[in-house]
């Protein structure tokens, strides 16, 4: 990696270009789904939407909106154009669950995107010395004295030109710039759990404080985890059983705990921990969380997570645990 110093260079013409003011927004929403080494980064005129899978019982994906970044543009036409080009040849059956034809999909290695975002400062929040592998910069870090002393804000244009060619990044700090060039992939079929596709049965809005209490207090010895919403006492109910013996949370609808409560069905449902566990960052970072479940059982956990661009969200969708020799319902592998 070579370090300069400079102006800017001028942007070229793009499918996609943004800027964001303060990166750091931007890295917390991305850490929240980073326990996978890739996404798949959808990009439509409103923002973009990352989407990370595991074990196809778990789909997460992170919402950001247009006004996160201080300036966002989408080439609808060009990007209408790249869709034809891809799905020329297509049967018209094999098209009627794609997407519109005004988004665009592609896959990044997610790891390596929060390590260039936090290129200054470091992933963790201290001073870094620069991105690792699957990222190449073709201008890196360069200061004068204690690398520490760089506090200030980090300004990143992101940029993206279409298929076959790189997702690039332009950081700036305290007139330090930064050009990083991240490899992307073809989107592979992807998992649908198909939340929607069925009637919602239950459905509260919590305070998050609430809700990290109960993970704190959950075995993670157990292999599953008990959720119940019920329309009498108690109303909410998480439950594990492990090593330890049993662990069980109940909640009342009360406005000090619930924002909003609704229960067309009384259900219990039982969920993979480990899976269920990997949304304690998103959790860690919202204020309140709105949860789900549909007439299968999927569960839904949708956190509201505060920025300077009013409320984002990452979204959680979780398959129920099933017998061996049951398929899970309603999901299906979309491309």
């Known amino acids: 990696m070579t370090a300069v110093r400079g102006t800017a260079p ?58 996160l970044f ?66 190449h910069s073709t201008a890196s870090l360069h200061t004068s004295g204690n690398p520490g002393d760089l506090r200030g804000a980090t300004t990143a244009v992101i940029a993206f030109n279409g298929p076959g060619t790189d997702f690039e990044l332009m950081l700036e700090e305290r007139g330090t710039i930064s050009l990083c060039r991240l490899s992307t992939f073809v989107p592979e079929p992807s998992v649908d759990l198909k939340f929607s596709h069925h009637p919602t049965t239950q459905q509260l809005i919590i305070k998050s404080e609430w809700l990290r209490d109960a993970f704190n207090e959950l075995d993670t ?38 924002d909003s409560f609704l ?17 304690k960052q998103a959790l860690a970072m919202s204020d309140k969380t709105k949860i789900r479940i549909n007439q299968r059982g999927f569960l839904s956990f949708q956190f509201m997570i505060p920025t300077a661009a009013d409320v984002s969200f990452v979204n959680f969708v979780f398959a129920p645990l099933v017998s061996t020799d049951e398929p899970i319902a309603g999901a299906t592998t979309r491309v």
Do not use: W
């Open 263 to 279: 229960c067309n069905e009384d259900q219990e449902n039982q969920y993979k921990l480990s899976l269920i566990l990997k949304c």
């Open 221 to 258: 010895t157990s292999e599953s985890v008990s959720i119940s919403i019920a329309s009498t006492e108690p109303h909410f109910r998480i439950s594990t059983i492990g090593e330890s013996g049993s662990t069980d949370m109940t909640y009342s609808n009360t406005e000090r705990i619930l």
């Open 10 to 67: 001028e942007p070229e013409p793009a499918l996609f270009r943004a800027k964001i003011a303060n990166v750091r927004p931007l890295v917390n929403m991305l850490k929240t789904i980073s326990f996978r080494p890739r996404a798949r980064c959808v990009i439509n005129p409103d923002g973009l939407v990352f989407t990370v899978e595991e074990s196809q019982c778990l789909v997460a994906q992170a919402y950001l909106r247009a006004e």
């Open 70 to 135: 201080s300036t966002f543009s989408y080439d609808v036409q060009l990007a209408e154009y790249y869709r034809n080009q891809e799905q020329a040849g297509f049967d018209a059956e094999d098209l009627q669950d794609s997407e519109p034809r005004d988004v665009t999909q592609v896959v990044l290695p997610l790891d390596n995107l929060i390590e260039c975002l936090t290129l200054f400062y470091g992933p963790s929040g201290t001073s870094s010395s620069g991105a690792q592998s699957g990222a």
